[in-house]
């Protein structure tokens, strides 16, 4: 990985592009790559869909190495849904693929001059910018196909749906899975209307013929890779809870402990909840001839996904996450699991983030539009999207946006991104972080959920507010650097408890770079990444009132623990204080 691939897509006579050393970014990866970039290029009061913005695509720092969980890529830009800095993290073969090619980055700058759409193909020989067309709002299903097709088995793409093409702000990029199929999205903060502003419809990566990365010091990763696959395996998170029932085995934990957000955040408690539960969706797709436990990029070895077949035993989509299962589900009172499924499965076509469409939906039944519970309604609703009418491009900009379109004041969002399935005033640690990060409403910016209610990493009482803010602090620093090292965020869940597996981690990373590392250097990288991101949205106009969560939160008590948010403003305004 010692390039940066630049297509300037407003170049006179057509794309041209232009491959440079690293210079700056030397050693960077991932997060830390997308937001230097932005922070350093991207003017932050630019328009998020007009030529000064940047498409930021980089793998992660380990990625495209042997190092087990490292396939996770980055894909930054100014947001066109927060209006700040983003960054967007997915799995899929993307990562892996691209930094075998050689490239820490591709940036897509410029703005064309007209509609033509284009492909970009990628391989060991070179770069290919063709028009085409014909790829005008196909869905990225039937995309995927046509670049099979025309490319082989051999590829992974990068793509967007109808909702990219159309700009709309809760658009997301897909990203191949190890089947080639387009499930794994760079879902928050409409990432996807960005590559759609840029007129790339779709990236095709071919890594043929070229090698695995290799580590500068092969014994001590060896070694290292060894010693974190033992530590992952044995962590009863990331070596059995998560394989055998995926991120939705929380259904039922958050649902017990009061902080799912049900009916647009009305109660903390579903009826449904086991319905759609990780443990009845194991069991469906097991019964039903898919998968329980299927990892999204070679390498993986926590395995969180699986397949999820239709009633006939056909694929319909990859195993819905936790989130989307939430969103689509409890949030719209919804308790059926096929319904979810073809959501889901709607949402990646079209190119779409799951919990951003969830929350909309939940917005627009408060609205009076549709009623919680009605799934029939609820699909159609995210199929406007794909028709592309006025109501499906409202929907298509998420939850902010269709709120104040339909006069809703109670709203989930946080700098205009929606939150996702923790309710914030039973889980307060996640209230935290939803208020305070730089990427709006967000668990993955620093998953407090794990100390407050799965008791990792420490034990800090979820219903009050002391030590939510160290908490958050300390896990918003941890994840910046995890998002650059290209491994999943899931690895936390060891690392956390296990000191010899942060350490595992830390020689991987010092036995792959040559660099002696500690976990000082792991706590900098991730300082210095959030500084960065903080000062590009100050300069985007961001004051410390946009790190607040909507009213509601603070003025209407949940049921069944009948409470507020109540960690003060004040408090707030120190989580970046170091
Ligand atoms: S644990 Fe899950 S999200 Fe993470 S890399 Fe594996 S399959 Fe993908």
């Not at 193909?121 to 299903?141: A, C, Q, R, T, W």
């Not at 106009?541 to 009213?551: I, M, S």
Request: proline residues 5%; charged residues 20%; contains cysteine.
């Amino acid at each position: 990985m010692d390039k940066i691939l630049r297509i300037d897509m407003g170049a006179d006579g057509g794309p041209k592009t232009d491959v440079q050393p690293l210079g700056d970014y030397a050693g960077l990866g991932g997060r830390a790559m997308t937001s230097g970039i932005i922070a350093k290029e991207v003017p932050p009061l630019c328009h998020p869909l007009g030529e000064n913005n940047k498409l930021v695509i980089a793998p992660g720092m380990l990625s495209g190495s042997n190092a087990v969980m490292s396939g996770r890529i980055s894909v930054g830009c100014k947001s066109p849904l927060t209006g700040g800095i983003k960054e967007a993290n997915s799995g899929g073969q993307g990562a892996q693929v691209l930094a075998r090619l050689g490239y820490a980055a591709i940036v897509l700058e410029g703005k064309p001059k007209d509609d033509t759409l284009y492909k970009v193909f990628i391989n060991k020989d070179g770069v290919k910018i063709e028009p085409d067309n014909s790829l005008k709002m196909l869905g990225n299903y039937d995309l995927i196909e046509k670049m099979k097709q025309a490319y082989g088995d051999n590829i992974a793409c990068a793509s967007i749906g109808p909702a990219g093409e159309m700009k709309l702000s809760a658009a997301s990029v897909a990203f191949t899975d190890m089947e080639l199929r387009p499930t794994r999205h760079a879902g928050r903060g409409g990432v996807g209307a960005v590559m759609g502003s840029k007129g790339v419809k779709v990236i095709v990566l071919d890594d043929t013929g070229t090698e695995t990365r290799a580590p500068k010091d092969p014994d001590k990763f060896k070694e290292a890779n060894k010693a974190f696959t033992q530590g992952l395996k044995k962590h009863p998170v990331t070596g059995e809870g998560l394989p055998a029932y995926g991120t939705n085995v929380l259904t039922n934990v958050v649902n017990e402990a009061g902080g799912y957000p049900t009916n647009n955040f009305a109660s903390g408690r579903f009826d449904g909840a086991s319905s759609i539960s990780g443990e009845t969706q194991a069991e469906t797709e097991i019964a039903r001839g898919g998968e329980a436990t299927h990892g999204c990029h070679k390498g993986c070895i926590i395995k969180c996904s699986g397949i999820y077949n239709d009633k006939d035993g056909n694929f319909l989509t990859k195993q819905p996450e936790y989130e989307t299962v939430w969103a689509h589900g409890g949030n719209c009172g919804i308790d059926d699991l096929d319904a979810i499924a073809m959501l889901d499965r709607l949402d990646d076509d079209f190119g779409l983030d799951t919990i951003d469409m969830g929350a909309t939906i939940g917005v627009l039944m408060e609205a009076g539009i549709a009623k919680f519970g009605d799934a029939d309604a609820a699909i159609n609703l995210i199929k406007e999207v794909g028709k592309g009418t006025p109501l499906g491009r409202i929907i298509g900009n998420g939850a902010a946006v269709t709120g104040k379109v339909f006069g809703v004041e109670r709203v989930p969002v946080v700098k205009g991104q929606a939150l996702p399935a923790y309710d914030p005033r039973t889980v307060q640690g996640i209230g935290v972080t939803y208020a305070t990060t730089t990427m709006g409403a967000d668990h993955t910016a620093g998953y407090a959920v794990a100390t407050n209610l799965l008791k990792v990493g420490g034990d800090v009482d979820p219903l009050k507010p002391e030590g939510q803010v160290d908490l958050s602090r300390n896990l918003q620093i941890a994840t910046a650097a995890i998002d650059s090292t290209g491994m999943c965020l899931f690895i936390a869940f060891a690392i956390l408890d296990q000191p010899e597996t942060f350490q595992a981690l830390i020689d991987l990373l010092s036995g792959f770079t040559g660099q002696p590392l500690t976990a000082d250097d792991v706590t900098a990288l991730g300082k210095s990444v959030l500084d960065k991101e903080r000062d590009f949205n100050a300069r985007a106009g961001f004051t410390n009132k946009d790190d607040r969560l909507p009213e509601f939160f603070k003025n209407e008590a949940l049921p069944p623990h009948n409470i507020t948010f109540q960690v003060s403003d004040e408090e707030l305004d120190q989580v970046f204080n170091w």
